[in-house]
């Protein structure tokens, strides 16, 4: 039995998972088909693909449409059949402009020829990073990074466990939860590739203890010898963070600025585990996902929807938002973002689209009253309430040597603080300003 260990912070929010706005009990059930989706290049950290079509073609479900570009990057596909409108830049959820491919749907549902795996026991890793590159499979838990670098592990590391992050512990959300428990054959299949594939002898699947019919599901799918361990976790947001899963299952910390493969771990997403089985099984690349539609929306509904759809046609098929409405956010209420426009479309990192009735966030900010509250809901031990004042002040070099750059933007900060104070904004701003100017520091160093 696996020591549990306690990572530093935390705060445990309303889940919003029980009641009549849940979802947590509704089964996945497929959204009907969008008439025209807009499929953006750029759905993954890293470089944005370069587009395979143009207006006029005609594609099918499944065909490649953006191709990868550098290293770092994962290939984009059709999600209808039908014909390509335009290649234009479209707006997404954080409020940028990138390129997109828009498709009118010919509601054919018409398929490119999908390419199994031939023999997938005998898969090598160098095999299975290329094909999740081709296919377009990265992070479904909304971090989307590449999968085919996190299988790419440099001759210099050893990699000695694999952990499966099943937590989802952002309110409201229940897509990983729902995939869990009804696909969680598909999720251990996954999981066995990659051990087998990386040569991996220890895996932990670490799942919040509000979900018992996701982890019995799991177990149920687990052999003797499979050196997989199912783990129920104490719920205790943000829970499925990369460093804090890392701690919880393992006891290892990874050190400011580095990542868990450099102590000998590789975390990954249950949808990704899943999206690699359909991968290599099916030769299926990632065309849809599971996203949440829950809060103050006249049908709750965990919908299978096609890369592309607009948050509009998902927010329809749940009979639309109720009247006390006053907020809607593109992920989850912690670590997603308040979106103004419906034609936003859904993207892999998407795991929801919540209708809230509270504008607690919005509330006028007061003074900090220096409770410390912030600084002990902290999972990173920074000091939210400094880095912000920093920020406000233009005080970016001390920003950096307080850690601002290892803030992770889980909300916590800012949900804690009594003043309402835009702790994580702050954080965010750090961040971008602190990137920023290295960029340019490099640029003119290189100028010289």
């Excluded at 290649?87 to 390129?99: E, F, H, Y």
């Excluded at 750059?405 to 804690?416: D, I, K």
């Amino acid at each position: 039995m696996s020591i549990i260990h306690r990572f530093p912070g935390g705060i445990h929010p309303h889940e919003g998972k029980g009641g009549k706005a849940a979802t947590a009990g509704l089964p996945i059930v497929e959204a009907p088909l969008p008439s025209r989706v807009t499929i953006p290049l750029q759905q993954h950290i890293g470089a944005p693909c370069k587009p395979l079509v143009q207006k006029g073609d005609y594609v099918k479900v499944g065909q490649m449409i953006g191709e990868p570009v550098g290293f770092v990057s994962a290939a984009v596909h059709a999600s209808v059949s039908g014909t390509v409108v335009d290649v234009m830049p479209c707006i997404v959820a954080n409020g940028t402009q990138v390129n997109a491919v828009v498709i009118d749907n010919d509601h054919t549902d018409t398929w490119e020829d999908l390419t199994p795996v031939q023999n997938p026991e005998a898969i090598t890793a160098q095999e299975l990073s290329e094909l999740c590159r081709k296919l377009g499979i990265v992070g479904m838990g909304g971090a989307t990074f590449p999968t085919s670098v996190k299988l790419a592990v440099p001759a210099d590391k050893k990699v000695d466990t694999l952990l499966i992050n099943g937590a989802e512990c952002e309110p409201y959300l229940s897509a990983d939860h729902r995939l869990m428990a009804e696909k969680a054959e598909g999720i251990v299949c996954g999981v066995r590739l990659v051990k087998k594939a990386l040569n991996i002898p220890t895996v932990k699947i670490g799942v919040e203890l509000n979900k018992p019919d996701a982890i019995d599901a799991l177990k149920a799918c687990i052999k003797a010898d499979d050196g997989i361990e199912v783990i129920g976790l104490k719920v205790n947001y943000p829970q499925g963070g990369e460093k804090q899963l890392t701690y919880a299952l393992t006891g290892r910390k990874v050190r400011t600025g580095g990542l868990p493969l450099d102590i000998g771990v590789i975390v990954m997403n249950v949808g990704t585990c899943y999206a690699i089985y359909r991968a290599v099984y099916e030769g299926r690349p990632v065309i849809d996902r599971v996203v949440t539609v829950g809060g103050t929306v006249a049908k709750p509904a965990n919908y299978l929807a096609r890369i592309g759809s607009p948050v509009e046609w998902l927010l329809d098929t749940s009979e639309g938002m109720l009247p006390e409405t006053r907020m809607l956010i593109y992920g989850g209420p912690m670590m997603g973002m308040a979106i103004s426009r419906h034609d936003i479309p859904v993207t892999k990192g998407c795991s929801g689209v919540l209708a809230l009735d509270k504008l607690a966030a919005l509330a006028e900010e007061g003074a900090c009253i220096r409770c410390g509250r912030c600084v002990e809901a902290c999972p990173m031990l920074l000091s939210p309430t400094m880095l912000d004042k920093y920020m406000r002040k233009g005080m970016y070099e001390e920003a950096e040597q307080a850690g601002a750059l290892n803030c992770m933007e889980c909300g916590a900060c800012t949900w804690s603080c009594p003043a309402r104070r835009n702790l994580t904004q702050s954080c965010r701003v750090l961040k971008k300003v602190i990137t920023q100017r290295k960029k340019e520091e490099a640029a003119l160093k290189g100028g010289k």
